[in-house]
């Protein structure tokens, strides 16, 4: 079974920065792709950024100002935030979506999300 552990949440005043490690119990498939969603209270969970082997993703509200890596070494992935917005403000989760084999069990794109980090930017 694959977990995955989101830290690096906190408070910050707008034009700050942050960064959001999400670490994986197992070494997850480089093509496999791994990302950022957060949400709100009331609204639906958004993209905010992914990342495979072959290219990284953002929505159009965060580019320019965030930045996702990762590091399969380490079997993590970063979200670097800066010039952050109050309207940033979110719980962000960590998703990474399986296909192959992970534990001698199988999966076929199956979506697994970390229990999210809480993200306040004030004004």
């Known amino acids: 079974q694959v977990q995955l552990v989101e830290s690096g949440g906190g408070l910050v005043q707008a034009g700050g920065s942050l960064r959001l490690s999400c670490a994986a119990s197992r070494s997850i498939f480089s093509s496999n792709t791994m990302g950022w969603y957060r949400q709100v209270l009331g609204n639906q969970r958004e993209l905010v950024a992914t990342i495979s082997s072959r290219s990284t993703n953002y929505a159009d509200s965060v580019k320019g100002r965030f930045t996702i890596s990762r590091d399969n070494a380490k079997n993590t992935v970063y979200l670097q935030m800066n010039s952050l917005k109050p309207d940033d403000t979110a719980v962000y989760y960590c998703?990474?979506?399986?296909?192959?084999?992970?534990?001698?069990?199988?999966?076929?794109?199956?979506?697994?999300w970390g229990r999210g980090t809480q993200v306040t930017v004030s004004s």
């Open positions: 998703n990474a979506v399986l296909s192959g084999f992970y534990g001698g069990f199988y999966y076929a794109n199956t979506g697994v």
